[in-house]
Nanobody, 121 residues
Framework: QVQLVESGGGLVQPGGSLRLSCAAS????????MGWYRQAPGKQRELVAT???????NYADSVKGRFTISRENAKNAVYLQMNSLKPEDTAVYFC???????????????WGQGTQVTVSS
């Protein structure tokens, strides 16, 4: 199985920055897509950003120009640099990996436990 561990959340003032990190470990043949999702209180989980093996990226409209996703394949790691943070960015941020555990299986989604990001003055 694949385990994902996030780090880097915390409390930041509006306009500030945070960098989230996520490292995958375990039995992994290939991680196809890695990404970040978030869930605010009372809301559904939503996509923030994703990146593929070939470094194609996709961002939610609400974070374009402020957040940057990057990936380090050799470490099975993904990062999210968050700048110009707003109160509406407050949420639990989850790391996601779409991965093949074996050479013969179908890709499955794996999730981290989440890290809290709070933007408040």
């Amino acid at each position: 199985q694949v385990q994902l561990v996030e780090s880097g959340g915390g409390l930041v003032q509006p306009g500030g920055s945070l960098r989230l990190s996520c490292a995958a470990s375990g039995s992994i043949f290939r991680i196809n897509v890695m990404g970040w999702y978030r869930q605010a209180p009372g809301k559904q989980r939503e996509l923030v950003a994703t990146t593929t093996l070939s470094d194609r990226t996709n961002y939610a409209d609400s974070v374009k120009g402020r957040f940057t996703i990057s990936r380090e394949n050799a470490k099975n790691a993904v990062y999210l640099q968050m700048n110009s943070l707003k109160p509406e960015d407050t949420a639990v941020y989850f790391c996601n990996a779409n991965a093949n555990v074996f050479t013969w299986d179908v890709p499955r989604n794996f999730w981290g436990q989440g890290t809290q990001v709070t933007v408040s003055s």
